[in-house]
């Protein structure tokens, strides 16, 4: 099955840095690398996602790279700011039954200080 | 809130007792998903129905017990539980077909004494 690693798993940053963080996942099969955030005690929520025929995609502050060869697939958020501190997952589907099923990093605790 | 929502919010039960958690999409999505959150460890998915029909079963121990009437409901039947299974478990519903896009409910934050 799929495995996905995810580092680092705590990322502490100055509010306006920028903060990076990596996933590598193992199945050439998956084609769709979805990024979650959750803030302490809610649900996670999609942030940006990227399929496998694009290489990189944006969304105002935060943008997603895939390097489909060496799998892997990164997170970039610049101008951080303390609304940003939050659990970030990565994640890798591969499509099954119609559906497409996750497998998802451990986590990345952002802490971004004021 | 409406989107996908759970009940309870909260549980505390005995290992000998027997409970039901509870998830409603309201998205016209046609799948859903049981996942299990603990500390320090990566989503775990449970079981995945599509269009009321169950297509993955990760290994699950049977003391969770999944039924899924119609594409819009889902439970998770709780029997005979570990103090290991205390975690927070999450439901999330998608549309097969079209965006692969899953939404996630607020969770129920499971206790097992």
């Known amino acids: 099955g799929e495995n996905v690693e995810q580092h680092p798993s705590t990322l502490s940053v100055q509010e306006g840095d920028s903060a990076v963080i990596k996933c590598t996942y193992s199945?050439?099969?998956?084609?769709?690398f979805p990024w979650y955030k959750q803030e302490l005690g809610k649900r996670p929520q999609l942030i940006i996602d990227?399929?496998?025929?694009?290489g990189e995609k944006k969304d105002q502050r935060i943008a997603v790279t895939l390097n489909k060869t060496a799998k892997h697939f990164s997170l970039h958020i610049t101008e951080t700011q303390p609304e940003d501190s939050a659990v970030y997952f990565c994640?890798?589907?591969?499509?099954?039954?119609?559906?497409?099923?996750?497998?998802f990093g451990r986590g990345t605790s952002l802490i971004v200080h004021p | 809130e409406t989107g996908v929502t759970q009940t309870p919010r909260h549980l505390v039960m005995g290992m000998t007792n027997k409970k039901s958690l509870k998830c409603e999409q309201h998205?016209?999505?046609?799948?859903m998903y049981w996942y299990k959150q603990s500390a320090k460890k990566p989503l775990e998915l449970m079981f995945v129905?599509?269009?009321?029909?169950?297509?993955e079963n990760n290994s699950v121990p049977s003391r969770f017990s999944p039924e899924c009437p119609n594409s819009s409901h889902l439970f998770l039947h709780l029997h005979t539980l570990q103090p290991e299974d205390s975690a927070l478990y999450l439901c999330?519903?998608?549309?097969?077909?079209?965006?692969?896009?899953?939404?996630f409910g607020p969770g129920t934050r499971l206790t097992v004494l």
């Open positions: 999330a519903s998608s549309q097969v077909g079209r965006e692969n896009t899953q939404y």
């Open positions: 199945d050439s099969a998956s084609n769709y």
């Open positions: 990227i399929r496998s025929n694009v």
């Open positions: 994640a890798a589907s591969t499509a099954s039954g119609g559906s497409y099923i996750p497998t």
């Open positions: 998205l016209g999505h046609n799948a």
């Open positions: 129905y599509n269009f009321k029909e169950q297509t």
